[in-house]
């Protein structure tokens, strides 16, 4: 393949000549935006610097340049341009299966096909500020609200089992940067007490999150009340209720009573009732979206024989894709003082 002449392809320049002004000028002095999706293309394969130069202040920039840059594939002589492209894959289709070569181009291309997307929509909103009146005021005046309404004293979070316990210590600190804190306990008197003391940027909602249905009406009462839900935190979290070592049946022919399964209904259903009620709520944000995060222990990770159906539930909650706090032994109203006795300070 011999040798092509070399042609500048800097985009603008043909149009420019065509209108005979000047010989060569940026798209900034144009009024112009860039073909969809180049101004990334180009940032990403050449550098910025480099892009700046030929997309806002003109410089040219030749076939040869754009090929060692991966910007194009092969360079065909301007003279029998189609043809040596036709004769070019005719070549590769009698050598290689063109639908693998499809589907590897495919492949290659997938990682690329979000940023071209999002540069796409990016040039369509550059190119609408130019011929939309106030375009760009509105534009501004939008961000503007977005950033009002994530300002600190207006996002809300939920927080389950709030009354006491690592739940107490969140939703004091969540008050402290200024949230409001919506606090879902079982234990009406103690959370409406730590309500009252937090102020009015905290509000008690009775509920056992181990019911969907006193849950579900939990959140929709939220809803109503702040209008928005930024942070949904399942903390609610308790202890073993009954034994499955049935020590006090050892040696008995009774079959052994049902046995209490509340931990795994708190510490683990639960969550996932915060989870489906999170997701469907956060939808209805001004803008969509928000932040979940369930409060496991290392008890999941590492089990603890004596209370093998809270490291259970706990350890469940390992294949939530969201975030997840893994607290050690901490001193709350749900630690007993044997517990606490026997943890080493030093380790």
């Known amino acids: 393949m011999s040798a092509p002449e070399v042609k500048y392809a800097y985009p603008a320049e043909k149009k420019v000549a065509q209108m005979q002004r000047v010989a060569l000028a940026p798209f900034s002095a144009l009024g112009l935006v860039p073909e969809f999706g180049s101004v990334t293309t180009f940032a990403q394969s050449m550098g910025v610097h ?66 071209r997307i999002l540069a796409v929509y990016d040039a369509a909103e550059a190119l609408s500020e130019r011929i939309v009146e106030d375009a760009q005021k509105k534009r501004f005046e939008e961000k503007h609200a977005r950033l009002q309404s994530t300002m600190e004293g207006s ?33 009406k008197d103690v959370g409406e007490a730590l309500v009252a003391e937090l102020g009015p940027q905290a509000h008690f909602v009775h509920c056992d999150v181990a019911d ?37 049946s050892r040696g008995m022919d009774e079959i052994p009573p049902r046995p209490d399964t509340k931990c795994t209904d708190v510490d683990f259903k639960a969550v996932l009732y915060s989870i489906q009620l999170a997701v469907h709520f956060m939808r209805k944000n001004a803008v969509p979206g928000g932040h979940l995060i369930a409060t496991s222990s290392l ?17 469940a909650k390992e294949n939530i894709s969201v975030n997840v706090v893994l607290p050690g032994i901490v001193a709350t109203k749900l630690t007993g003082a044997s517990t606490l006795a026997s943890v080493n300070p030093q380790r």
């Not at 004769?87 to 499809?102: H, T």
């Not at 709030?162 to 008050?175: Q, V």
């Not at 024989?305 to 259970?312: A, H, I, L, R, T």
């Open 155 to 187: 996002r809300t979070a939920i927080l389950t089992g709030a009354a006491s316990g690592i739940g107490e210590a969140i939703a004091r600190d969540l008050i402290r940067t200024g949230w409001n804190v919506a606090c879902l306990d079982w234990q």
């Open 299 to 315: 008890a999941g990770r590492h089990a603890h024989p004596c209370f093998p159906e809270y490291s259970g539930a706990k350890a």
């Open 212 to 248: 969907y249905d006193q849950q579900a009406q939990a959140f929709k009462t939220v809803w109503q009340k702040y209008g928005r839900m930024d942070a949904v935190l399942a903390n609610a979290g308790i202890f073993d209720r009954s034994s499955l070592y049935l020590f006090e």
């Open 50 to 115: 480099r892009a700046n130069d030929i997309l806002m202040f003109g410089e040219k920039i030749t076939v040869q340049e754009l090929k060692h840059h991966g910007l194009v594939n092969r360079i065909f002589p301007q003279a029998s341009f189609h043809q040596s492209v036709l004769d070019f894959l005719e070549q590769e289709l009698a050598k290689n299966d063109g639908q693998s070569m499809m589907e590897a181009k495919r492949l290659q291309n997938l990682p690329l096909r979000r940023g």
